[in-house]
Each structure stands twice: as C-alpha cells, then as structure tokens.
C-alpha cells in the first residue's frame, strides 16, 4: 500500500491544563476526504492546526507524504525545524481558515494569485489565467477586481477556497469551509472538492454540516473530548451510529 498523505500517531495537546487532543490516531489515503464532526470543543480545529504545525503537538507524531511535520529525526531525538522549513512544509498544505484571512489591500485576483507566485515562484502571466478560472469554478469570475472589504463573508469564504486551490497542494485542510456560503453555493464548492479528490488531492473538512458530510466524505470521524470515537463511511457513521455520544450529537445537528 501506498504511503498515506497523513498520518497522525499517537498525538497529544494539551493548552496549560487544557488536555484538548487525547491520543489522535488518523490516516488519510491520496484522493480521499474526510470529514471531522464533533460538537464544539472537542478538539477539532486543534487537530487540523496539528497537520500543518500551527499547533506543535506534546506528544506523538504528524506525516504529510510520509514527511515528519514541524521536526527532523537525528537518531533517536527529534529537533524541531527552523521557521523557513516550516514554511516550506506548509506551502504544500492548502488551509482554508474559518476567518478567511485574506489580504484586505489585493483584489480577489490577487489574493489567488499571488500566493503561487510568491510561494512556488510560479510565472505570473499563467498564473494570473488560472487564478481567473479558479474565481470562475467558485462563481466569483465578476468580482475578481474587488478588495475583499467590497465582498461579502461568503464571497470571501469562496477567494480563500480558490487561493488554496491555487496552490496546487496534494492537501487541503478545511476548517468549516462552508459555513459562510449561500446553500446554493455549496454544490459548486462540492464539485470543486470532488474533482480535487478524483485528481489525487487529499482533503480533510471540519465542519458541523451533516447533507456537507454525506456528499462529500469517504470518512467520517466523530471526535468527542480530544478523542476519536468513531469513524467510518458516512452511510455507517450518519446513519448507524455506534456510539452514544455520535447519536447525541447528530439528534442536536439534524
Ligand atoms: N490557543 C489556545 N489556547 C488556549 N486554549 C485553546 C487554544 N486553542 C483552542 N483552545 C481550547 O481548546 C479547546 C478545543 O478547541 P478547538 O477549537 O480545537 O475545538 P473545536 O472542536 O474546533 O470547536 P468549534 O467547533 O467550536 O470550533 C477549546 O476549549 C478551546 O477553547
């Protein structure tokens, strides 16, 4: 079998007395998506903050393509990398925030296009005609000159996916990424995230949308208290669930 695209062993993350990830045990195979439900809390934004080393772990290990994140191995102690490294490893993982962070002084454009540029010295003029085609697959291809204070939270929640998009990661994290959409957008980013899957790129959504779960998961993991307790095939985990605390949460969300 292939190497996973992630793979998380054994981690812990405790903020003071905190203990927010109790012993996360994940794999995500290339072309797969998996998304994380789990009521407010339990851990799942930290868990994605893991993946690209925002939040150093206190314990157990985070791989993207087999490559230790945010340390380096020298015989049997681990060294964490410097800041150039970091950013190197995190150029390669798209990550759309809940907050979009999106630079207010470039245009939507821009905001797409000058990640690539900048990050992956990629040549302007092809870049600037993929970053059009991007604003266009999230439906956005006339407001490609506004500044995103002229954009609404959802237009801006679109220039972020399609800036991560840009990048052309073999992963992507997604921290509710369809909170701020209007329903009839949501299809569209779903196409999007699909077509992704089928080209190779790995995803993993957290979100609190169950119709956004059943659509578009190969997996879902139900985190409760800094723990997985439950994962599997969204047919079996939204529709049987196993497990007392995943019925509770998904009789709330439904
Ligand atoms: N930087 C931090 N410092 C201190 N506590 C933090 C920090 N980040 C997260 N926490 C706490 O860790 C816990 C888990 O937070 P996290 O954001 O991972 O949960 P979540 O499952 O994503 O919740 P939500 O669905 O509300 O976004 C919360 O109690 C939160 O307040």
Do not use: C, W
């Not at 060294?79 to 995190?90: A, C, G, K, N």
């Amino acid at each position: 079998m292939s190497t996973p695209v992630v793979e998380l062993a054994g981690v812990h993350k405790s903020f003071g007395a905190l203990h927010v990830l109790r012993g996360i045990d994940l794999t995500a195979e290339a072309g797969t998506v998996t998304v994380i439900l789990g009521p407010s809390g339990s851990g799942k934004s930290t868990l994605l903050r893991t993946i690209n080393h925002l939040e150093k772990v206190d314990r157990g290990r985070v791989r993207v393509d087999g490559e230790l994140i945010g340390y380096r191995r020298s015989g049997n102690r681990l060294y964490e990398l410097s800041e150039r490294q970091i950013l190197r490893q995190r150029s390669r993982i798209g990550f759309v925030f809940q907050n979009f962070n999106l630079f207010p002084h470039l245009t939507a454009l821009e905001n797409v296009a000058e990640a690539p540029i900048a990050a992956l010295r990629r040549p302007r003029a092809q870049t600037y005609e993929r970053a059009r085609e991007l604003l266009a697959r999230v439906g956005l291809a006339d407001r490609a000159g506004a500044y995103p204070r002229q954009l609404s939270g959802g237009q801006q929640q679109r220039v972020a996916i399609a800036r991560a998009l840009a990048l052309e990661p073999r992963l992507i994290l997604f921290d509710e990424p369809t909170s701020a959409l209007d329903p009839e957008l949501v299809a569209e980013v779903l196409d999007v995230l699909r077509e992704l899957a089928r080209s190779g790129t790995t995803m993993i959504v957290v979100t609190h949308e169950i119709g956004f779960a059943r659509e578009a998961a190969d997996t879902v993991i139900f985190m409760d208290e800094g723990r997985i307790v439950e994962q599997g095939p969204p047919a079996r985990v939204l529709d049987d669930p196993r497990h007392l605390r995943t019925r509770a949460f998904l009789s709330r969300v439904r």
